[in-house]
């Protein structure tokens, strides 16, 4: 998590620590709404950031395959087989 996104999530919780106790409905539930929004778009970050991790490491493992198999067929075409046949008449 980001340190200001950390930031706004602690304002937010301070903010609705505030209210809590008093009377007024309104300013909790604005509040309340705040917080769960900051931390929604926190969730979101982090998704789309693990996300992204796992796009990069499905490409590379591609890649390393695409390599081996590359190799592989590089292989069997230097392994020339000599060989001697007969005519049969």
Do not use: F, H, W
Not at 42 to 61: C, I
Not at 64 to 80: A, F, L
Request: proline share 1%; charged share 50%; glycine share 4%.
């Amino acid at each position: 998590v980001k340190p200001e996104d950390k930031k706004a999530i602690e304002e937010k919780v301070e903010a609705l620590k505030k209210v809590k106790d008093g009377d007024d409905k309104a300013a909790i539930q604005k509040a309340a709404d705040e917080l769960a929004q900051t931390a929604q778009k926190v969730g979101a970050a982090m998704y789309q950031a693990a996300s992204q991790q796992t796009k990069e490491q499905k490409n590379e493992e591609t890649e390393k395959q695409r390599n081996k198999e590359t190799e592989e067929q590089k292989d069997k075409k230097d392994k020339t087989v000599e060989g001697e046949y007969e005519e049969v008449k």
